[in-house]
């Protein structure tokens, strides 16, 4: 099972928006809507953000939302902010039963 | 609250084994599949098992398949993932993670896993 696609780094102003595409292929991404989102700081254990495309957990900002079109998943943030940094994961589930992840990004606030 | 707390790693020479465990406490832990994930030092997450609530399905990973075994407990509320044939590109921080709708929404610290010589 190869690794969702996406970018390396992204980065945005305070205040700005900034969307975090994850594409992978009919098996997974567009095949189900089992899409989630990390958030990850150094040294911490992910955060989930977003599941099930577009269902954000409670506790987590309304800033972060997620879409889906076709293979590939996007997380949107709102209204950057300097906490906003960290690295980015994504995650679906698979035709195979399984999970993959995307390779990450990293999020730099300028 | 939701508390998934790791054990069980350290060093192991390669071609080892080591089994690893997973606390589960705060939520009722038998209605619940649970995962196994790693990263690697500097390296992004890797997804590696599941395990069905009542531990009747599981499902593995590629890089993991024929050594890994997921297995868990619902008396003891602990989760297992037993790592034989370990290789050095095995060396990871080890997460385990409790399932929604194949989300994975509390994750534990984190148990370091080190092979070499």
């Known amino acids: 099972q190869s690794a969702l696609t996406q970018p390396a780094s992204v980065s945005g102003s305070p205040g700005q928006s900034l969307t975090i595409s994850c594409t992978g292929s009919s098996s997974d991404v567009g095949g189900y809507n089992y899409v989630s989102w990390y958030q990850q700081y150094s040294g911490k254990a992910p955060k989930l953000m977003i599941y099930e495309v577009s269902n954000r957990p409670s506790g987590v900002s309304n800033r972060f939302s997620g879409s889906k079109s076709g293979n590939t998943a996007s997380l949107t943030i709102s209204g950057l902010q300097a906490e906003d940094e960290a690295n980015y994961y994504c995650s679906s589930y698979t035709t195979s039963s399984t999970v993959v992840f995307g390779g990450g990004t990293k999020l730099t606030v300028l | ?117």
């Not at chain 2, 060093?11 to 994930?37: D, E, K, T």
């Not at chain 2, 990871?92 to 989300?103: F, H, S």
Request: with cysteine; proline share 2%; net charge positive.
């Open chain 2, 1 to 117: 609250q939701v508390q998934l707390v790791e054990s069980g790693g350290g060093v192991v020479q390669p071609g080892g084994s080591l089994r690893l465990s997973c606390a589960a406490s705060g939520f009722i832990f038998r209605n619940y599949g649970m995962h196994w994930v790693r990263q690697a030092p500097g390296k992004g997450l890797e997804w590696l098992t599941l395990i069905s609530y009542d531990g009747t399905n599981k499902f593995y990973g590629d890089s993991v398949k024929g050594r890994f075994t997921i297995s868990r407990d619902n008396s003891k509320n602990t989760l297992y993932l037993q790592m034989n044939s370990l290789r050095g590109e095995d060396t990871a921080v080890y997460y385990c993670a409790k399932d929604v709708d194949r989300g994975l929404d509390y994750w534990g610290q984190g148990t370091l896993v080190t092979v070499s010589s």
